[in-house]
């Protein structure tokens, strides 16, 4: 398949073109989910203990690395001397042999196997990409892959949970109804186990009135979510799992406003936007 093909494959499928179109013209990938309209559902506690464990279970596949969101400054897995490193692009866990094909799993699980993750330069570098090397590669976001396997890995099928490239696809269509487990509610909200907590990022000015504005499929608002897996309302933190932070799959630690509420305004990295919040 050519590049101009491959780009028009993934423009028809973020759009969500007939599945008779995509085979014709695009070699047989499969078809998205079609966006029909559907009745609220009810996940389960024992549905969220599971997705728990699968985000567990992936979490310590990767390393068990641990990253904090804080107030100011950059975003980084911090170590026992009190340093916080913070991860460049083309380093990390996910350029590393043994775990760079895990993420081509992730995309396959959406399948999305015409994009793939790079994995023919592995193991350059765990942090800061090294003097003298050719520049690194830019690999395609994977994040809401991740969030997308995960929750499949917990057997929500497609009309509960919608498995999409993008954050803001699955977003949108909990928000307009195309989704059934899951709700979007804007924050300043609370977040329990099994929910979603999402932010805006890169130069996205979308605050949390701002819902309705979000956009998904080519012109999708770039978002980042991750799922939360604890929450300790005494300390006021929350603990969450997501794919290509700090180029891993990191468990985040959150702060929480005086109300155990997520706030848009707490976390200036991750400027928390909404939550997803799971139909009980």
């Known amino acids: 398949m050519s590049g101009g093909q ?50 567990e279970q992936e979490w310590t596949r990767w390393g068990r690395d641990i990253v904090v969101v804080p107030a100011g400054g950059d975003i980084c897995v911090p170590h026992g001397d009190g340093y916080c490193d913070v991860i460049e692009d083309g380093c990390g866990k996910e350029k590393t042999a043994d775990l760079c094909p895990l993420v081509d799993g992730f995309w396959a699980s959406i399948s999305y196997r015409d994009i793939r993750h790079s994995c023919h330069r592995t193991d350059v570098c765990e ?9 690194p590669e830019r690999t395609p976001p994977w994040s809401a892959a991740f969030v997308s396997a995960m929750m499949q890995r917990a057997g ?35 977040a329990d186990p099994g929910d979603l907590i999402c932010s805006v990022r ?3 000015d979308l605050t949390p009135t701002d819902i309705a504005l979000i956009t998904d499929r080519q012109l999708a608002t770039p978002m980042h979510c991750d799922i939360v897996v604890r929450v300790d309302r005494g300390a006021h933190l929350l603990e969450a799992i997501g794919g290509n932070v700090q180029q891993t799959v990191a468990k985040s630690i959150v702060t929480l406003d005086a109300a155990n509420q997520v706030r848009f305004d707490l976390n200036l990295n991750r400027p928390w936007v909404l939550v997803m919040r799971a139909r009980r």
């Open 156 to 190: 929500f099928s497609a009309t509960e949970f919608l498995p999409a490239p993008s954050h803001a696809d699955y977003v949108v269509a909990a928000r307009d109804g195309f989704m059934s487990a899951y709700s979007v509610v804007p924050t300043p909200a609370t």
């Open 6 to 55: 491959r780009l028009r494959c993934l423009a028809m499928w973020t759009g969500w073109t007939s599945l008779s179109v995509l085979t014709a013209s695009c070699g047989g990938v499969p078809q998205a989910p079609v966006r029909i309209a559907v009745a609220p559902t009810v996940v389960s506690p024992a549905r969220i203990e599971r997705l728990i464990g699968v985000l």
């Open 202 to 204: 890169g130069d996205t």
């Open 127 to 135: 942090i800061q990409w090294p003097a003298g090397e050719p520049p």
